[in-house]
């Protein structure tokens, strides 16, 4: 599948009204030639890179191409991204016609901390993790559960870091550092086949609790995202994604529920699949009364749910006051978060950390890797330390 001119035609047309304007602002700041002519040939050159992503088949590529191709667009978005924010400062300067030499280097200024920023969350933020320490207090939790500790990690999106095993061996060391009794994983790790998981097998094998590790599949995990010549070969991939959670010994909750004990006491963790955004809004139902009995849960025990996406929080999750936990991931924070705002609040209602509802709490995680483009600006791989407090 290649990527439509047609759907295209708005954002070139936006960048080309940019690129115009900006010359404009150069002429009559009189900016030197040499400026002028190295933004041409900046300009030419993204030309030929736009051309390139639309003639090459994404679904089709290898993962080497792939990777490619995201920081081809990941150099024009942050380029176009810094030549907008320079552009109001840019305009002001050549309509009033400024003669300060200092003045005029304000928008160049701008455009190279925006650029910088960009690309420091790609070579910099993204191999920087964050441990959040979040309490929650449970009125029906069990006494023997009274601290218990869960770490969740979510959306690895194991093809951000092609073969190479040092971050994710830097992630695994510092979730066993924090000696957790349960680890949880919520989804996601890989971005479009199973093969990118298997060089990191024997690593992410070493994640230990006395608990074990849970684990839930996300939307990228059934193998949606690839062009297959046949089913058999994409339900191959799905069996051996099975197997590789096996491999390293993660229990896969496939619809299915966890009973933990301590003596007589207990609580459940239970794991819904999550296999399309766009599925059939009765599927979530039908596969959560697959996984649990409602009825009885709401009247015993604590209850922790795993789903990817928290968007079924609100109007499914919460309302059944049958969990007490709902772990989520999906939203990435948009891989972009500064001072507390990202642009995923326009598209979740709850897209990163800890929300609560008549006692019902939801966390989100922020995950570990990048998909759509390879950064996360200001927005840290995240681990998340969860500890369960009773207020009896």
């Known amino acids: 599948m290649r990527i439509s001119l047609l759907t295209l ?8 009204g940019i690129d115009l304007a900006l010359v404009k602002s150069m002429l009559r700041l009189s900016v030197a ?30 993962d080497g191409l792939l990777e490619v191709l995201t920081y081809i667009v990941f150099f024009i978005i942050s380029q176009y991204s810094a030549k907008f924010l320079a552009l109001i400062p840019a305009a002001l300067l050549s309509w009033r016609r400024a003669s300060s030499k200092i003045v005029r280097w304000v928008p160049l200024a701008i455009a190279a901390t925006v650029f910088g920023s960009m690309w420091w969350g790609t070579f910099v933020t993204r191999f920087s993790t964050n441990v ?21 990690i979510s959306d690895i999106h194991i093809a951000s870091f092609g073969h190479d095993t040092n971050f994710i061996a830097q992630v695994v060391d510092e979730v066993n550092a924090l000696k957790p009794d349960l680890i949880v994983f919520t989804g996601d790790i890989v971005t479009r086949k199973t093969s990118e998981l298997q060089p990191f097998v024997s690593t992410l094998a070493r994640l230990s609790a006395p608990d074990g590790v849970l684990a839930v599949k996300g939307n990228h995990d059934y193998g949606n995202y690839c062009h297959w010549p046949n089913e058999a070969l994409h339900q191959a991939n799905n069996r051996l994604l099975d197997s590789l959670f096996a491999a390293m010994h993660w229990r896969l909750l496939t619809n299915a529920t966890d009973t933990i004990s301590r003596g ?5 963790v239970t794991g ?28 015993s025990g604590c209850h922790i749910l795993l789903y990817h996406s928290p968007q079924k929080w609100d109007q499914d999750i919460a309302a059944l006051n049958t969990f007490n936990l709902t772990l989520s991931g999906h939203t990435h924070a948009m891989q972009m978060e500064v001072l507390g705002l990202s642009p995923a609040a326009l598209r979740y209602d709850r897209w990163a950390g800890l929300y609560q509802h008549d006692g019902s709490y939801l966390y989100v995680n922020r995950g570990i890797g990048t998909v759509g483009f390879p950064s996360r600006i200001g927005c840290h791989p995240e681990i998340t330390l969860l500890t369960l407090k009773s207020t009896h």
């Not at 959040?132 to 969740?152: R, S």
């Not at 999550?274 to 709401?298: G, N, P, T, W």
Request: proline share 5%; hydrophobic share 50%; glycine share 2%.
């Open 33 to 62: 030639p040499a400026l002028r002519r190295a933004y041409t040939w900046l300009t030419a050159l993204t030309a030929l890179l736009v051309i390139f992503l639309i003639a090459v088949p994404k679904k089709d590529c290898s």
């Open 264 to 268: 007589s006491q207990f609580i459940t």
């Open 272 to 299: 819904v699949e999550y296999e399309s955004m766009f599925a059939d809004e009765d599927v979530f139902a039908r596969d959560l009364h697959k996984a649990i009995d409602i009825q009885a849960a709401k009247d």
């Open 9 to 16: 035609l708005p954002a070139l047309v936006i960048c080309a």
């Open 132 to 152: 959040n320490e979040v309490d929650i207090p449970l009125t029906n939790l069990p006494e023997a559960f009274n601290g218990y500790k869960i770490v969740q």
